[in-house]
C-alpha cells in the first residue's frame, strides 16, 4: 500500500471549513484514499474514501488532484466535536484488506 | 451505527495473569483485526482474520494470541500478562466481497493495564 503524507496538526475556526491535505505520491492506479477520524482514543470512524472522482457524503467532501498524487478532506463547516486525528490511508482492495495508519493529522477546532 | 462491540471496556490486572479480550459483531463479517495503539501513539496491526479458523499475525509482533471459531466472534488472549501489555486493544471488522467497501468498523477498545 502506498505511503501516505499528513500535516502534524491543524487548527480551524468553528463554522469554518476545515481542509486537510494528503499526499500520496506513490498510489498506484487500483489503490483507494480514505479517510478515518479518531476521537480521543475511541475506536477510528470512517468518513469518506474514493478512487479518482471527487465524492461526498453527509460528513465531507473529498478532493483527488487528477494526477491522484494528492488529496483534501473537507468539512464544510466544522464544529467543536469535529476535533479528531484525521487519517488518511491508500489501501488496494486485494489482500488481507488492513488499514495500515500513519500519524495523521491532529485537527483542533476553535470555538 | 456500527454492531461490534468489545469486552471489558476498561481493565486493571495483576502481573502473570491471563486475560481474555472479547469482540463480536453481528454484521456477518468474514474479516476481523486487532489493533494496539498505545496513548497518543500510531494504530498497529497485531492479528487478523479472513474468516472462521484464519488467523495471521499482523504487522507488530504481539504475544497475544487469538481464535475464530464462529464468524461473529474474534477473542484476543494474554496467556500471561505483564507490564508491557499495557495498552489500549481496538478490534474492527469489515466485509471483502466488494472492491469498492474499504469501510472497516471499529470497537470502542479495550484499555488494559498490567500492574
Known amino acids: 500500500d502506498a505511503k501516505t503524507t499528513q500535516p502534524t496538526s491543524m487548527d480551524c475556526a468553528e463554522g469554518r471549513a476545515a481542509n486537510l491535505p494528503c499526499n500520496h505520491s506513490?498510489?498506484?492506479?487500483?489503490?483507494?484514499v480514505y479517510w478515518y477520524r479518531q476521537i480521543h482514543s475511541q475506536g477510528p470512524q470512517y468518513i469518506i474514501h474514493g478512487l479518482k472522482n471527487n465524492e461526498t457524503n453527509e460528513m465531507a467532501s473529498l478532493i483527488i488532484t487528477e494526477d491522484r498524487k494528492s488529496s483534501t478532506l473537507i468539512l464544510p463547516h466544522a464544529t467543536l466535536r469535529d476535533t479528531a486525528v484525521y487519517y488518511c490511508i491508500v489501501r488496494g482492495y486485494t489482500g488481507r484488506r488492513a488499514l495500515t495508519f500513519g500519524s495523521g493529522t491532529r485537527l483542533q477546532v476553535q470555538p | 451505527e456500527a454492531d461490534i462491540y468489545q469486552t471489558p471496556r476498561y481493565l486493571v490486572i495483576g502481573t502473570g495473569k491471563k486475560i481474555t479480550l472479547e469482540c463480536s459483531q453481528t454484521?456477518?463479517?468474514?474479516?476481523m483485526y486487532w489493533y494496539q495503539q498505545d496513548p497518543g501513539m500510531e494504530l498497529h496491526l497485531i492479528h487478523y482474520?479472513?474468516?472462521?479458523?484464519?488467523?495471521e499475525k499482523g504487522d507488530l509482533s504481539s504475544e497475544s494470541t487469538v481464535s475464530r471459531i464462529r464468524t461473529e466472534h474474534f477473542p484476543l488472549t494474554l496467556e500471561s500478562a505483564r507490564p508491557s501489555h499495557t495498552s489500549q486493544y481496538l478490534c474492527a471488522s469489515g466485509s471483502g466481497g466488494n472492491a469498492n467497501t474499504g469501510e472497516l468498523f471499529f470497537g470502542e477498545g479495550s484499555r488494559l493495564t498490567v500492574l
Open positions: 506513490t498510489i498506484s492506479g487500483n489503490e483507494y
Open positions: 454484521m456477518g463479517h468474514d474479516k
Open positions: 482474520s479472513y474468516g472462521v479458523n484464519s488467523t
